[in-house]
Structures are given as C-alpha cells and as structure tokens.
C-alpha cells in the first residue's frame, strides 16, 4: 500500500524558516519524481515544487523560487521542503505528491494526507 | 504560463442526475490533463489522467473527454459520496503545473 506522510508543519513568523518531511512507503521510492502542492485556506491548489527521480532536476513556482529548496534522500525514502523568508501568503496546507509517471512530472496519483503551515506574528 | 479555467463554480445537481464540468486550457495541452476529486478535510484523490483515462479503482461512472483546450469531466449518475470538490490540471507545459480553480457540485 503506498503511504505520504508529511511532518513538520506549525506556526512560524515571518521571515522565518520551516523544514517539512514526507515519509512514503509501499513503491521504490527512487524510480519516481515527487512534488510539493499547496492549499491555502478555503483556496484552490497551487503548485510549488517538484524534484526528478534521481534528485539532479528541480522545479519551483515563481512564488517560491529562491526561498524553497525542494531535496530527497532516497536511503530515507523522504522528500523534504526547505521553505526560508516565509510570508503570510505561505500560509496553506502543504501536500507531498507521488507523480504517475515516474520519471517525468505529470499528475499525481498519490497524496499525503497534509501538513498546515501558519505564517503568523 | 498555461492557465486553466474552470466552469462553472458551483453546479447543483440532484442525486441520480448527470453533471457535466468543464475544463478550458488557455493554450493547447493535447491530452495532458488529470482530474482530481476533493471532499472537505481530505487530499485530493486521482480520478482521470491523460484526459481520459480513469485511474485505478474509479468507478465508471466518471469520464473524461477533450484534447487541445477544451476538456470535460462527465459524472453519469451523481451518487451521494461524489457532492466534493472537483480540479484539472495540465503537466503538457511547465514550470509550472497548473491547477483550474475548481468546480464545487453541490446537492441540488
């Protein structure tokens, strides 16, 4: 049964930094690109990162683009989001994504079930 | 940017009726687009990739039609569990993938 399960999330203030994790199981987690996707309160989704099989190509929305390092460790099998400098419009529940395809990033057919992340002084 | 939109917002259907959402691409995506299905509190789940093809264990009752730009998502017979939120997204250009806005069925 493949499993995401993400952790990390919580109150922050502005500017400052959040780690968030994705424990996932049931599928060889090095043979698939993984993504980060967001929801903010009572909004639609937006997505914000994605990360290639291997680890050697990433992606980011411009929203986030140098401020969100997206990683993985496969001998983990954890992906990780670096989110530095947050701001209030970063307030949103955060979903790790196993992509259908693999190798290439396409849609999603496996979801965690979410981490809320608060921007807030 | 592709920019996906949505219609309508909100569509009110009666339990047994058909709904028919609509998906518009602001440029042509060919087949690359999922469908996802949103109920409160939950993860989006997968219901349609490669605008047709439903994903494993979705009942028949939800198709997926179109290519280019103009895409649609049937449900044939609305069943009690399926009043949720509904998205598409493209993956045929990115950075970045896009999301629609939403389509809300709600309980006639």
């Known amino acids: 049964e493949v499993q995401l399960l993400e952790s990390g999330g919580g109150l922050v203030q502005p500017g400052g930094s959040l780690r968030l994790s994705c424990a996932v199981s049931?599928?060889?987690?090095?043979?698939?690109?993984m993504s980060w996707v967001r929801q903010a309160p009572g909004k639609g989704l937006e997505w914000v990162s994605a990360i290639s099989s291997s680890g050697a190509s990433t992606y980011y929305a411009d929203s986030v683009k140098g401020r969100f390092t997206i990683s993985r460790d496969d001998s983990k099998n954890t992906l990780y989001l670096q989110m530095n400098s947050l701001r209030a419009e970063d307030t949103a529940i955060y979903y790790c994504?196993?992509?259908?395809?693999?190798?290439?990033?396409?849609?999603?057919?496996?979801w965690g079930q979410g981490t809320l992340v608060t921007v807030s002084s | 940017e592709v920019v996906m939109t949505q219609s309508p917002a909100t569509l009110s259907v009666s339990p047994g009726e058909r709904a028919t959402l609509s998906c518009r691409a602001s440029?042509?995506?060919?087949?690359?687009l999922a469908w996802y299905q949103q109920k409160p509190g939950q993860a989006p789940r997968l219901l349609i990739y490669?605008?047709?093809t439903r994903a494993t264990g979705i009942p028949a009752r939800f198709s997926g039609s179109g290519s280019g730009t103009e895409f649609t998502l049937t449900i044939s017979s609305l069943q009690s569990e399926d009043f949720a939120v509904y998205y598409c997204?493209?993956?045929?250009?990115?950075?970045?993938?896009?999301f629609g806005g939403g389509t809300k069925v709600e309980i006639k």
């Open positions: 049931g599928f060889i987690f090095n043979t698939y690109a």
């Open positions: 490669s605008a047709s």
């Open positions: 997204q493209q993956s045929n250009k990115w950075p970045p993938l896009t």
């Open positions: 440029q042509s995506i060919s087949s690359n």
């Open positions: 994504a196993k992509d259908g395809r693999g190798n290439y990033i396409s849609y999603f057919d496996y």
